[in-house]
């Protein structure tokens, strides 16, 4: 039941407490399942450090969340973590880190609405490798293009049958927008609502960063504002968004949340996609022009690493 | 290799010319696929009646532009043809229908974009019996409630990264208006885009007659007029409403095609949905409104069905 490929497999199953190792490599899943033939299901994707699932709980809460919005029953969150430490522990086993820098693996957490007529779930944990190209994508940052994701800024309000806010397995429409970023030369995508809103990233949240001094008579002080867009466009809830602005207040950061629009983005002196498995990925372009100065943003992008780096 | 579930299962592989029949019972896919992990890939649901496949070259097509849309590269059509007639003559021999008149089957295509990694789609048949549910819906009507679908009707032309008009595996949206119909005791969604336009069912094509008479000064004569909402709004080009306009020109109706708008859709005399499987489905409510006349209704469907009966 061991796999030779670097991902591990445990499947949610109530005769296995801690989880059912199975192997990555062999078909696990039924032809008919509601996650293969309609995308019919919830997702969440962490970044483990050393063994530690980072956010476990905010995860684990926003798949609930995800679950109630598609009517989906799913395990207790119990469940989910002896599965969680079955699959990490596993891979530790299996493949060890070469390096404590590269001590990183992905934790995907998949809940589908189980096979045609069967009437429950299927749900497991993927174990598997931190891609390069996030990494790289780290320290070098990316070149963003801004596209119309389709729907105004009040359409989740209105419409909840669109599922936005919840994270499912439907993704197929932010992979199109990925290749469509690819096929013009830019990394990743910031989508924008028909009414012109900043919304988030196919597969982040925006961040945006200003740099003010600001003179109130007792002397002449920094003051730094992280901003985000406001959730009540429909985007999805960012774990790691989240994380960061308990962190940076703490730290006398000041938070600002949007109505923010593109030309926030190119004002602003750093613009981040945060994501909970590439983390900070600064970003140097949008549609081609530069955004803040590269110093500042490199100073800024250190500072937010060391804050983010304390997270739980 | 049989399955003893009346599903039948044919996999496209190279190494078998005529498809691979496997276990529908059993695994056949990798956790790691993307149709399961990101609904990334796109399908076909077809009837065979009597062991033929209905509109067989136009499903093929159809497949072939979502493929496109979706950049895929999928096998040729011999290869899916082989494998259809592999996978319809197996669940023949296995599960003979009990009457002629039960003598349907829905035949499946499916191609996701194949497991993480490995650049090649994975790609089946799937054939299994018709639902009693669509059976009694084609007799007994449905009752329809509309819904924003958080798309305008421009978005299509301007957004090709949404993917309209390409039929993929993301299916959560369409699922959850149908739960949501089905919370408010209705049977099935219109979609209506955030302009007030007509778009589509969740798995169907919109269609309205309107019956008139006009004199001519030839002596009065009965016109009868099918209407189906235009395509560029982004809806999908559906295949049973090509077939269905095609014979009902030849048997004298006059054909419109949208934009359409609710009170169109209330002033009809007869409202359905038509797909591959269902059929015509007659539209007996929308939004608790009652629809044309019963009579007329009958006698139309009636006549509809008739003309579909002589599609191949």
Redesign the interface.
Known sequence: MTSPAP?V?VFLDPAFPAGRL?D??????????????????I?ESMLAVGGDVRKLQAHLDRLGGSAET??LVIPAQEQWRAAIATGVAQHRTQHPARSSAEDEVVV?L?A??GPEGADSPTC?V?VSPVGALGRRQREAGIDVIL??????SD?AE??????LGAK??????????L??AHKQGADDVIFLS?DGRVLEGPTSTVLLAHVETADDGAGARTIRRLITPQLDTGILPGTSQGALFTAAKAAGWELGYGPLEPQDLLDADAVWLISSIRLLAPVNHIDGKEIGTPALQKQLTAELNALYAGVQ
């Open positions: 991902v497999l199975a990555a490599s062999q078909p696990q899943l039924l032809a008919t399942d509601q996650g293969a033939t309609r995308g019919d299901g997702f598609l009517d995907k998949v589908t609405r497991w993927q596209l119309d994701r389709g729907y105004d359409v209105r419409a909840p049958w669109l599922l499912t397995l439907s993704y197929a429409v932010n992979m199109a927008a290749r469509h028909t």
